[in-house]
């Protein structure tokens, strides 16, 4: 019994009545919020919610027409070889903006397999080169070669060490 009333007087002393109350009560509005019933939260004046803002437009018209233009032309850079970063420093616009732009407007962004030239990888195939060695001088995988190659209509034969025409 004495124990009970030790560890009673130890409570009282770090928590008194007046402060376990207070602490319920936040509780209890916590436990509102989680379960969502800001219903009656919102009708106490406990909290209001904040007003809908009018849809946010970020560009006219023209200034649209101008930003796929742009990236127009830093696309037409890479598939003619370019790395993203040194199409962007050539058109004038910071890489991270062209990203923003086209995940914005829908524009699709050319991937490192449409990149590869074809024309280039054939070239070097029939002066004998195997396609380990173009992936290598071209700094692409072979995977990506062969998947370029089969877009244009070619295939590799790896016996004749040759780029052949489906």
Not at 6 to 19: R, W, Y
């Amino acid at each position: 019994m004495h124990e009970l009333s030790a560890s009673n007087q130890l409570l009282e002393k770090h928590l008194p009545d007046a402060e376990f109350d207070r602490l319920v009560k936040g509780q209890k509005l916590l436990h509102d919020c989680k379960q969502g019933n800001f219903d009656k939260l919102r009708d106490m004046g406990l909290i209001k919610f904040p007003k809908k803002r009018k849809e946010y437009t970020l560009t006219s018209p023209e200034k649209e027409k101008e930003i796929r233009e742009k990236c127009a032309e830093v696309n037409q850079l890479r598939e003619d070889g370019m790395m993203a970063a040194q199409a962007c420093k050539h058109a004038g616009v910071p890489y991270q903006t062209y990203a923003d732009w086209c995940s914005r407007f829908d524009i699709e962004i050319p991937s490192r397999k449409r990149m590869v030239q074809v024309k280039r990888v054939i070239e070097l195939i029939n002066e004998g080169n195997r396609i380990s060695k173009v992936a290598q001088k071209l700094h692409h995988s072979i995977y990506s070669i062969n998947y370029a190659l089969a877009d244009k209509g070619y295939k590799y034969n790896k016996n004749k060490v040759e780029v052949v025409k489906l």
